[in-house]
């Protein structure tokens, strides 16, 4: 029985990333100058050679390490630990409106407040002027 760790698989740990990223291969392949047929190789390769890995890193936005280290237990750990479904810690952090829609009303309360304020004025002015014509 051998207790030498298994090598990472590069290739692998790349797919991963570039799934949980949403990304496809087509967009990686853009994204660093190649065909999504070299993405679908290196996927499927154990390593990867630095500088290739360098550019995939930089086009997944992720350090060339954290593509080495990658484990998908640890990112399971992390939701596990930080993720609870009882009722009691459930949060919502979507946002519930939308944020155009909120802008829209408060310029256009703003520009409600302007116009009263404007009329405001207007009237102090005509009275002021009536007060001035009794002079």
Do not use: W
């Not at 087509?26 to 990867?48: D, H, R, Y």
């Not at 500088?51 to 750990?77: D, H, Y």
């Not at 596990?80 to 310029?107: A, M, R």
């Amino acid at each position: 029985m051998s207790t030498t760790p298994k090598p990472r698989h590069i290739g692998r740990n790349i797919s991963r990333i570039r799934e949980l990223r949403d990304m496809k291969q087509e967009a990686l392949a853009q994204a660093i100058g190649t065909n999504q047929q070299s993405i679908s190789i290196i996927e499927g390769s154990e390593s990867v050679d630095d500088e290739k890995l360098k550019k995939i890193a930089e086009a997944l936005g992720v350090p060339a390490e954290v593509i080495r280290n990658f484990s998908e237990e640890a990112v399971f750990n992390i939701m596990g630990n930080t993720y609870h479904n009882d009722s009691s810690s459930i949060k919502n952090h979507n946002c519930t409106f939308n944020p155009l829609d909120k802008l829209i009303e408060i310029i256009e309360k703003n520009e409600k407040l302007y116009e009263r304020l404007v009329e405001s004025e207007k009237e102090k002015v005509a009275l002021l002027e009536k007060l001035l014509d009794k002079k």
